[in-house]
């Protein structure tokens, strides 16, 4: 069965651009996490969906947004991006969204912003 | 509100040797689950383990093992043997029972076997 998958895997963009991020769960799995890895900030938790809705959101400015698709592919948004959205965008997908059950990550996409 | 803490920022050990990585949680939830996952250079989490706040037993699997203790709200982690494919950032996280699939990370370990 293929792994979580997330594209692009490395990026470069300029402040004040916006960027799209894009990730495929692993098949049969309906809930989607994404988060942001930096070295000051850590693993920070950006938003969770479940068949198509956002169930639960960080302490993410609304810059940051998400959606799901109906085959749980999704996808993330950073609008008027800074210097301070650099870092390892990671998503995860679980099976059926239920409590405690392991998540599973991709291998991230790198985003530099300059 | 929930709070993992993983002291030991990095660890160097030679290649053999036993190695322990801790890991401290708060909470006030009386359901919830623990994980461990391994970060490699090439950046992907990979998942170890989990655990419930209702299973406290032990666990071992090949050169790994978990230590789960309630009393203390620990939830250790010992390789055993170290091999330096070991080398990788271990992060211990957390979700509990009214967080939905919000993992909280702790920090990290740094692990370095030395050849």
């Known amino acids: 069965k293929a792994g979580v998958t997330q594209t692009p895997r490395y990026l470069i963009k300029t402040r004040g651009q916006q960027v799209t991020l894009s990730c495929s769960p692993i098949?049969?799995?309906?809930?989607v996490s994404w988060y942001q890895q930096t070295p000051g900030q850590g693993l920070q938790f950006l938003f969770e969906?479940?068949?198509?809705?956002?169930?639960n959101k960080g302490n993410f400015p609304g810059r940051f947004s998400g959606r799901q698709f109906s085959n749980s592919r999704s996808e993330m948004n950073v609008s008027t991006l800074e210097l301070g959205d650099s870092a390892l965008y990671l998503c995860?997908?679980?099976?059926?969204?239920?409590?405690?059950?392991?998540?599973?990550f991709g291998p991230g996409t790198r985003l530099t912003v300059t | 509100a929930q709070k993992v803490t993983q002291v030991q920022t990095e660890i160097s050990v030679v290649e053999k040797e036993d190695v322990t990585l801790d890991c401290v949680y708060e909470?006030?939830?009386?359901?919830?689950?623990l994980f461990w996952y391994k970060q490699p250079p090439s950046g992907e989490l990979v998942f170890l383990i989990r655990?419930?706040?209702?299973?406290?037993q032990n666990e071992i699997s090949g050169r790994y093992s978990w230590n789960f203790q309630k009393s203390t709200s620990s939830f250790n982690f010992t390789i055993t043997a170290s091999q330096v494919v070991d080398s990788a950032v271990y992060f211990c996280?957390?979700?509990?029972?009214?967080?939905?699939?919000?993992?909280?990370f702790g920090t990290g370990t740094r692990l370095t076997i030395i050849p």
């Open positions: 995860a997908s679980s099976l059926v969204g239920r409590q405690g059950y392991e998540q599973y």
């Open positions: 098949s049969g799995h309906r809930s």
């Open positions: 969906y479940f068949s198509e809705t956002q169930r």
């Open positions: 909470t006030r939830d009386t359901t919830y689950y």
């Open positions: 655990r419930n706040s209702f299973d406290e």
């Open positions: 996280a957390f979700i509990s029972n009214f967080g939905n699939e919000k993992l909280t």
